[in-house]
């Protein structure tokens, strides 16, 4: 069996963090290990507090799996301080296991979960080490220092993520102003880039997207799928947990993380070259 690893907070209320992340191995036979590198209080409402995990204790937790365990690929969610990125990178950097960068900076309920100064350290430090990083359109407007209103802005702000020396950003559309689809857009350092489609689904139950697509999509590459195809794969996964949400809880509610087995053969991804 493929071993996975997600370095990322804990999500008490099991939507997102960690816990997506796992619930998502599972869904898709991978063995799930995990680096904790934040406690958080919340729920479907908010985030309650956080408790950043010494950095001493999350160099180990790393350290600890990669003596160990054979492992396919590693995701990163919230990694919150300088301090953890920089750690984890210094460790990441002596090892050739491809690297999946979802730059987690706001809750969904717009609490800060990275601290102002890390995120050049996230761009200085982790970037040039990662195979994908998936941003969406706030997270890359932050990451670029440029604002996005057009297909040429995600076009020009791709291009200066590209130069940290990440190998494909994934940008994801689903801030964007389309009340019928919510459109990806996928840049390589080659050249290459295509877009893919799907229906935009009217529901409050997105809590632990962004965590989700990049579990799925850390899960595909481990599994040996190439990039392409493991990108396809991951947004169809969060297109079916979003299209069978829970309602669980009073506020934004979970995806479904078990709907991908299920219905994967009726999700229908348009794939456009860009």
Do not use: W
């Not at 999350?58 to 301080?81: H, N, P, R, W, Y």
């Not at 494909?168 to 350092?189: N, P, R, S, W």
Request: negative net charge; contains cysteine; charged residues 15%.
């Amino acid at each position: 069996m493929h071993t996975v690893t997600t370095i990322a907070g804990s999500d008490s209320g099991g939507g997102a963090g960690i816990q997506a992340d796992l619930k998502t191995f599972q869904e898709l036979k991978v063995f799930g290990t995990s680096v904790i590198t934040a406690l958080t209080a919340q729920n479907t409402l908010g985030v309650s507090d956080v408790l950043p995990i010494e950095v001493s204790f999350v160099e180990k937790q790393l350290k600890a799996l990669i003596e160990d365990f054979s492992i396919s690929a590693i995701k990163t969610g919230m990694l919150f301080s300088s301090e953890i990125i920089q750690s984890i990178a210094h460790i990441l950097a002596e090892v050739n296991i491809p690297l999946i960068v979802d730059p987690v900076m706001i809750a969904k309920g717009g609490e800060s979960l990275l601290q102002q100064e890390a995120i050049e350290a996230l761009r200085n430090y982790l970037l040039p080490l990662a195979t994908i990083v998936t941003p969406n359109i706030p997270e890359a407007e932050t990451l670029s220092g440029r604002k996005i209103n057009s297909i040429a802005d995600i076009k020009e702000v791709a291009q200066i993520l590209l130069q940290t020396g990440v190998q494909c950003v994934v940008m994801k559309g689903g801030h964007l102003e389309d009340i019928c689809h919510a459109t990806d857009y996928v840049f390589f350092q080659d050249g290459g880039s295509f877009s893919m489609q799907s229906t935009r689904i009217a529901t409050a139950n997105t809590h632990g997207t962004g965590c989700t697509f990049s579990a799925a999509l850390t899960a595909f590459l481990g599994l040996g799928l190439p990039i392409e195809k493991a990108i396809e794969e991951a947004k169809k996964f969060i297109q079916l947990a979003i299209t069978h949400d829970l309602s669980i809880g009073n506020g934004h509610g979970p995806t479904n993380h078990f709907a991908y087995q299920q219905y994967k053969d009726s999700c229908e991804v348009i794939i456009h070259e860009t």
